[in-house]
């Protein structure tokens, strides 16, 4: 999550997601905690408690038989902050050789099963790029190793699907909204490889970087139309 001064942006929705997940994998309803005065305490002792700052929110069931879900003894949950890095205004993008599973009991989850992403994120950096995309094993986009992707096709914007397997990530969601608000045309739907080289612009979201434009992708120049940079101002 990203705060802002001390402030979580859209924490609602991040607590929203955490619920979700918590129920999809069977763990007991974790209590409600004080979330604003616990991340502008630890932002103040880490001193970032002034500009923005990564905010990690850990929820582990601890000790317990492998085959039983519920929460022991030593569940915890682990808050972190740390001081956010300069964040680059565009990327280069290069598509991955590996399958996202949308079939996986996994799939759209946001768990610490992370090894696969930063696998994903490091051939990526290999090749020169900032980041990875995924297709599905059904043959249609998915996402980004660390992030969710826009596309614009044809002054049209394109997302796809949660049936993809991808993370319902939380700047996903707010950028949705505002393209609502805003009358910008969006559509979430498959989106197969024909599609997706099609593409005049490529958008990734997340919470910690926001929204990110592609300069490239598979060494393809990419440009933001000038109708996306206000939605893009809107969201942050």
């Known amino acids: 999550m990203l705060a802002v001064d001390g402030v ?14 918590v129920d999809l994998l069977g763990l007991p309803s974790f209590e409600k905690i004080d979330l604003d005065t616990v991340v502008a305490e630890l932002c103040l002792k880490n001193h970032c408690e002034t500009g923005q700052a990564r905010i990690r929110l850990t929820l582990t069931a601890g000790e317990g038989a492998l085959r039983n879900l519920r929460s022991g003894g030593s569940a915890r949950i682990i808050i972190s902050a740390v001081p956010c890095l300069p964040q680059n205004d565009s990327l280069c993008a290069v598509t991955l050789p590996w399958l996202r599973n949308d079939r996986s009991p996994l799939a759209g989850l946001k768990t610490t099963s992370y090894a696969e992403n930063l696998v994903a994120l490091d051939w990526a950096r290999q090749q020169g790029a900032d980041e990875g995309i995924f297709f599905n094993t059904s043959g249609h986009l998915c996402e980004g190793a660390t992030s969710n992707v826009f596309l614009v096709v044809a002054g049209a914007l394109l997302t796809p699907s949660l049936h993809s397997g991808c993370l319902p990530g939380v700047m996903r969601e707010v950028l949705i909204e505002s393209a609502l608000k805003h009358g910008v045309s969006l559509m979430e739907q498959d989106i197969s490889r024909e599609l997706f080289a099609q593409a005049e612009a490529i958008l990734f979201t997340s919470a910690a970087r926001g929204i990110v434009a592609a300069r490239s992708c598979d060494g393809k120049s990419l440009i933001v139309p000038d109708l996306l940079r206000p939605l893009m101002h809107a969201c942050f």
């Open 8 to 21: 979580i942006r859209h924490a609602g929705k991040h607590l929203m997601r955490l619920q979700k997940s």
